[in-house]
Every structure is written in structure tokens, then in C-alpha cells.
């Protein structure tokens, strides 16, 4: 029998814990002496995720410039150059946190032009509580429009299984309100909670990927006019800098100072945030901060716990809003913490902009086999 590599995509909207997910995951299965390759996936280069995933020792491969639908070759591409070292027996995709349909446009696809080579596993859909809780009660003031709300709920239709993560800062009559909303919305869909951060649920998580059975078939009727238009509502940034001082600073410092200080300046323009992430890498050092909307506090992620004199910065910021009052509030803040720390901050690549229409490389519109 030919080995099959196992792909499993980990979808959800912004913020909602993918990447810590995937690692967690990875880590598991090379635990268990499984061979592992990750796809990480942007509209732009210097994502933050792909640093983050490499930095931990993971085989990593960037899809870059549309999200995974738009860029199917460029994903196959990059899983076959990830399978020229060693046949890996899994495959851990990221797709981008505002798209959606990814199972007629991803998942299909490679069960009817890659069958033999794949196997598919459940596909898993994360929830952020905060926004989600607002999305599914159909409040005015969801923190999103309308329309990219319409995202989110499509990603949940499409699951073949729901994670609501953050169950650790969760209490149990919020979980509850959370699981009934899922119920309502989505009934008999498979739903299991979680924290990426901890590992709760974990356990029980892998065991369902481990499942056989004919997975990412829940092919979407969707109005690609509302889709295009509700991720064009997001301002998109991605920036690369460096930073240097004569004096030793904390990068933790100036990672949370980063994310804190935009938080209280797009916070101050009433732009929902979606998700800000930012990696200070030095010398094998690094570490990150994020925020996952205004109301939440900042975290550092991964703590570095060093004193540098200079460090190379990726920040990615996701934020409603025009994508240039976005670029000037980075801007801004990077100059506020470079006159703190007496340091000269130089930029080297900054791409903002708003996602454009996605136009599927494929999209089938009935499972494989039938």
C-alpha cells in the first residue's frame, strides 16, 4: 500500500489561535515520530506565523500573495518541496483568517486531482470567543461588519469540526452560552473545547484528526459578492524593521509596547482589531506578542526573556480600517519606542493594503466520489 500523507487544515478567522494550534499539533505528532511539514499562508510576505513556526524547530513553507484557494498550484508546489527531505507523514495547513469556501476550493481539489497521495482529515474550524459570541447572537455592535461577520459564520458551516479555544480564560456558564450558540446555529456538528495554550482537549483533539471517514465535504452555497466585500473591510499591514540601540533594552518590552500601543491608538479611532502579532528575532533569540481585539488584554505569547542592542521586528496587523491609517499608526508607534530606547529604527519592507476579490484556482461543487 503507498504511503498517504495526511492534511489536515486548521481554519478559523483572525485571532482565533491557529498558529499556536498547529504547533501544538506538530509538536504532538513529531512526539510520536511522525514526520511533520507546515503551510503557512498570507496575502503578503513576512508573516509573522511563518517566523514564529520555524523559530520552534518546525519544517516550515510560506504560500504568499492570496490565500490558499486563489494560490492552490503555489500550495501543492509547497507541499512537494517540503516533501523532498523526507516523505512527511503529515501535513499541517494554515490557510488565512478571512477566508472561507476552503473546503470546495482546497479540500476537494486535492481529493479529486491528488487522491492517492493524500489523505484527508477532519477539518477543524477554531472560534475566538470574544467575537464570535457577538457574531453568533447577531449583536449590532459585533465589532465587525455585517459582511465580514458573514465570514465567520461561513468557516463555522464548513467545519467538520468546531474548537472554541480560550476555554482557560472561559468560565463554565460562558461556555455553556457559547456551546448552545454553536447548537443553534450549527446543529449535530461535532464541537470540542480547548486551550492552544494549555493543551486541554488536546488529547481528545488528536484523536478525532486520527479519524477515517469521507471529511471536507460540506461544500458551501456562498455569495462571493459579500465575501469579497466583507474581507475587503479589513486593512491588511505587514512590516519588517530592525531596531538598534548602543544601550541594551528588553525585547519583551518593546514587543508588548508595540501591540499595547496600538491597541490604545486604533482603539482611539473606534477600528475593530482583529489581530496584531509581532516577532522580535535575535541571534537564535525571539519572541512574540499579539492582541486579539480592542477589549482584550495584550499577551506575550512566547516570552524571549533577553536584553538586545538591536533585533529584527515583523509586524502584522489586521485591523478594520483603511490600511494606511493602519501603516501610520505602526509608523508611530515604532517611533514613540525607538526615541524610548534611544534606538533608530529602519524599515525594510512595509506592504499595506486591502485583500483583493478571491478568484478560486478550482471549485468543485459536489465531494469526490459521488
Known amino acids: 500500500m503507498s504511503h498517504k500523507i495526511q492534511f489536515v487544515m486548521v481554519g478559523g478567522f483572525l485571532g482565533a489561535g491557529k498558529t499556536t494550534t498547529i504547533g501544538r499539533i506538530a509538536s504532538s505528532y513529531m512526539k510520536q515520530g511522525k514526520k511533520v511539514g507546515i503551510v503557512t499562508n498570507d496575502q503578503a510576505t513576512d508573516l509573522v506565523d511563518t517566523r514564529t513556526l520555524e523559530s520552534q524547530g518546525f519544517d516550515v513553507g510560506e504560500v504568499a500573495g492570496a490565500c ?6 503555489s ?4 507541499i512537494s518541496s517540503l516533501s523532498q527531505k523526507e516523505l512527511p507523514d503529515v501535513i499541517l495547513a494554515e490557510p488565512v483568517g478571512s477566508c472561507t469556501d476552503l473546503v470546495a476550493t482546497v479540500i476537494q481539489p486535492i481529493r479529486h486531482l491528488f487522491e492517492a497521495e493524500f489523505s484527508i482529515a477532519p477539518y477543524s474550524v477554531i472560534l475566538k470567543p470574544g467575537h464570535g459570541k457577538r457574531i453568533l447572537q447577531n449583536m449590532k455592535k459585533a465589532g465587525f461588519s455585517p459582511k465580514a461577520s458573514y465570514i465567520l459564520k461561513k468557516q463555522l458551516e464548513e467545519a467538520d469540526l468546531i474548537l472554541i479555544n480560550r476555554v482557560d480564560e472561559l468560565s463554565p456558564e460562558e461556555l455553556n452560552e457559547i456551546n448552545e450558540l ?10 470540542l473545547n480547548i486551550s492552544a495554550r494549555t ?17 471536507g465535504s460540506r461544500i458551501l452555497e456562498i455569495d462571493y459578492d459579500i465575501y469579497a466585500e466583507g474581507e475587503a473591510e479589513l486593512g491588511w499591514l505587514n512590516s519588517s524593521l530592525n531596531l538598534s540601540s548602543d544601550q541594551s533594552f528588553s525585547l519583551d518590552d518593546v514587543l508588548l509596547k508595540i501591540v499595547t500601543g496600538l491597541q490604545k491608538s486604533l482603539n482611539a479611532t473606534s477600528s475593530e482589531i482583529a489581530h496584531l502579532k509581532v516577532i522580535g528575532l ?7 506578542a499579539n492582541l486579539i ?3 482584550h488584554p495584550p499577551e506575550l505569547s512566547l516570552p524571549s526573556d533577553c536584553e538586545v542592542k538591536q533585533v529584527d521586528l515583523i509586524v502584522n496587523a489586521r485591523v478594520a480600517c483603511d490600511p494606511e491609517i493602519l501603516e501610520r499608526e505602526v509608523k508611530n508607534i515604532i517611533s514613540q519606542i525607538s526615541k524610548e530606547k534611544n534606538a533608530e529604527a529602519t524599515f525594510r519592507n ?12 478550482h471549485r468543485y461543487e459536489s465531494p469526490a466520489g459521488l
Open 75 to 78: 500550495l501543492m508546489e509547497t
Open 199 to 215: 493543551g486541554e482537549g488536546f488529547e481528545q483533539y488528536l484523536e478525532m484528526l486520527d479519524q477515517q471517514g469521507n471529511y
Open 68 to 73: 490558499f484557494c486563489c494560490q492552490f498550484d
Open 350 to 361: 512595509s506592504h499595506c493594503f486591502r485583500p483583493g476579490r478571491p478568484v478560486p484556482t
Open 293 to 295: 481585539s480592542g477589549d
Open 182 to 191: 454553536i447548537d443553534q446555529n450549527y446543529p449535530n456538528r461535532p464541537v
Open 282 to 288: 535575535h541571534e537564535g533569540y525571539f519572541g512574540v
